[in-house]
C-alpha cells in the first residue's frame, strides 16, 4: 500500500426506496483515511473530503460490502488503473475448504485464518453428495486417489471459504503445508495439516492451486446456495456472530468455545441490508429501545450465521444456548457473567457480539427466514439487472 495515495473504487447503493441503483466513485486517502464521493450519473460531487476512521482499506475489495451514513454500499470495481495496478495483488482471492474430518477443529482453522490477516469474503458449511465431490475434483479423475478422495470429501459436512489476501493462494497453501499430513508432520510442524490432519486424503483442509482454480471452485460453492444444503431446521437455535466481533477477528475464538457444548449443523456468511435486518428483527419493533440501532449494527458488514443443535439432536437448545450467551448488555456481561460469549467478545448492549434465538418456539423460525435466504439475498442483482442506474 502506498503512503499517501488515493485510491479508486466504483461502488454502488441500492436505494430501497426507489428500488434504483445508485453508483459512484469512491475515494480513500491513505494519508488520514478520509473519504470523498462523486456521483457518476449527475457527474457531481455527493461527499467532500471528510475523515471517517470506521472504514478501512481493509473494507475495499471487489465484492465487499460497508455502510457510510446508514447506506450500505458494495465494492464493483477498482475506479483507475493505479488503484487496480496497486492492489488486485494486495487482494487476491482464493478458496480454502474445512474438509469433514477436520470439521471439529473448523473454529481453530478459522481463527488461524483471521490470525494471518485473511479476509473472508463468502463462506457456507455444505454436505456434498458423492457427484458433488467427484464434480468438485474432476481434476483429478482417473487418478489412484480420485475414489478415496471423492468418498472422503462426502463423508460428513464441509466448510468452504473464500479468502481475500495479498498473494492469497501461495500464502493459504504455505500455512496448509505439504498435502500429505504424515510429510507435514515432519517437514512444517505447525502446519494445518501437520496439527489437524492425520494422511494425503484426511489432510485437513484444501487450496486452491491457481487463479483459475480458485475462480472455478468459487463458481462451485457459492453460485448454488443449495448446493449441499445441510441445516436441519428442527431442534435448532441461531447463533449470530455479529459484524463488528468479525471483523474484530473473534468469530473463529467463538466458534470454537460454542463447539465444546453444542453441535454446529449449518453455517454462511450473511450480509443483511438495513431492510432486512430491520425485518429480521421486527419481533422487538416497539417492544426494546435498542431496535434501530440492533438493525443498524447488524447491517454494517458481513456476519456469520450458525444454525446450533444439541449432539443428540433431539432437544430444543434455545434457551441453553442463550444462557451461554449471557443477558444482552454485555457491560452487565463482564459483570455477572465473565465467563459468558457476550461478557468476552462484547462491547455494549447493541455491540454484544452475539444474536442468539430469544423464544424457544423462534429457533427454527429463525434458522429458516437465514438459511432459506428469506431475506432475499439476490433482490439487489435481480433491480440490477431490471432498472435503469439513475
Known sequence: ???????????????????????????????????????????KIFLKRV??????????????????????????????????????????????VIKPDAIDNVGKIIDIIYSNGFLVKQMRMCKLSSQQAAQFYKAHAGKHFFGHITSHMSSGPCVALELVAEDAISKWRLLLGPTDSVEAKVKAPSSIRAEFGSDETRNACHGSDSPSAAKQESDFFFKDKSLGFCAKLKHCTLCLIKPHAVFDGFAGIIIDAILKRFVITAMELVTFGRPSALDFYELYNGVCSDYHAMAQELSVGPFIAMEVCYESGDDNPVNDFRDFCGPPDAAMCKALRPSTLRAQYGINKVKNAIHCTDLPEDGVTECTYVFTH?????????????????
Open 1 to 43: 500500500m502506498a503512503e499517501g495515495a488515493r485510491y479508486c473504487f466504483i461502488v454502488r447503493w441500492l436505494d430501497p426506496t426507489s428500488a434504483l441503483i445508485w453508483k459512484y466513485q469512491f475515494f480513500y486517502n491513505t494519508a488520514d483515511s478520509s473519504i470523498e464521493m462523486y456521483d457518476i450519473k449527475n457527474q
Open 51 to 96: 475523515s471517517h476512521p470506521e472504514i478501512r482499506l481493509e473494507h475495499l475489495y471487489i465484492g465487499g460490502t460497508f455502510v457510510l451514513y446508514s447506506r450500505q454500499l458494495v465494492v464493483e470495481d477498482y475506479g483507475d488503473d493505479f488503484t487496480r495496478k496497486e492492489l488486485s495483488n494486495l487482494q487476491e482471492t482464493t478458496i480454502a
Open 374 to 390: 428469506k431475506f432475499n439475498p439476490t433482490q439487489e442483482a435481480t433491480v440490477y439487472k431490471n432498472h435503469n442506474l439513475r
